[in-house]
């Protein structure tokens, strides 16, 4: 979800929970008065995490699908996402997304069309984000990073529409966790070859060439523009994490990916 994406032209709300708890001490204006509300605010995430935990507890199978907010409607990418959202529902699969517009909506909108499960992990931005039509169970989110244990504890696997900012910062963070080893069987499916293709070739062309990754690195992740593909990669992972559980690996769990 890309929060730079949802800032239409009008007044700015007042600064959202996540710009107080990152303003620096060069920013007070009195500099002499200490920040006294940040140990409490603690209590405030503390919060966000067992609300998110409890909510989502009983997820299983969950896939989050990310994306730009501005894709509308009738655009190629919607479509698709509706269509890769569906068969996902129809496999099983719990869809997760960002809980906004544009791709959040088109995969809220599959899963309920196929009578599956459809959750929306909101966030409070600068400019009010509401949450879509086709969302079933909802959590609103004060900060970024809370938010964000979420998509990755309860999902096992993205599929990455075009986006913007925020949908490079979920591909690449999950991408990290997936090259550290903090999480595995994890797949991330990109989905729109064209949109991608230049990515991909810069990530094997420069990072790579200059050893700044491994070439298996680039395996990391599928490039598709067809749902049947990307809802495949998620079954075969799913196969696995079952294999796992059947030879007493640490069983079909969150905790096998050992994020928490």
């Known amino acids: 979800m890309d929060a730079d994406e949802l800032r239409p032209s009008g007044p700015r709300r007042g600064p959202t929970q996540d710009e107080q708890l990152l303003v620096t001490p060069l920013q007070v204006p009195d500099r002499r008065q200490p920040i006294s509300s940040d140990p409490w605010r603690v209590l405030r995430i503390m919060g966000e995490f067992v609300e998110g935990f409890d909510t989502l507890s009983a997820v299983r199978n969950g896939v989050t699908i990310f994306g730009s907010a501005r894709t509308k409607p009738g655009d190629p990418m919607y479509e698709s996402c509706v269509q890769t959202a ?9 869809v997760i997304t960002g809980g906004g517009p544009g791709i959040m909506e088109a995969g809220n909108k599959g899963a309920r069309e196929a009578d599956g499960e459809s959750i929306g992990l909101n966030i409070e931005l600068p400019f009010e984000q509401g949450t879509n039509a086709f969302v079933d169970t909802a959590i609103h989110f004060r900060y970024f ?3 964000k244990t979420m998509f990755v504890k309860y999902s096992m696997g993205f ?25 595995t069987h994890f797949p991330v499916v990109l989905f729109g070859s064209a949109y991608w293709q230049g990515l991909v070739a810069w990530l094997r062309d420069t990072m790579a060439a200059q ?19 990307a809802v495949g990669a998620l ?26």
Not at 160 to 181: C, K, N, R, S, W
Not at 214 to 223: K, N, R, Y
Request: hydrophobic residues 40%; proline residues 4%.
């Open 159 to 183: 599929v990455v529409f075009p986006g913007g900012f925020g949908t490079m910062d979920e591909l690449f963070e999950a991408l990290t966790l997936i090259q550290t080893g903090k999480i």
């Open 86 to 94: 569906h068969r996902l529902a129809t496999e099983g699969f719990t």
């Open 145 to 147: 990073f809370v938010r």
């Open 235 to 260: 079954k075969a992972a799913r196969q696995g994490l079952l294999a796992m559980a059947e030879e007493g690996q640490g069983g079909f769990s969150h905790g096998h990916r050992g994020v928490f």
């Open 211 to 229: 050893h700044k990754i491994e070439p298996s690195d680039l395996d990391l992740f599928t490039v598709t523009d067809d749902p049947a593909v």
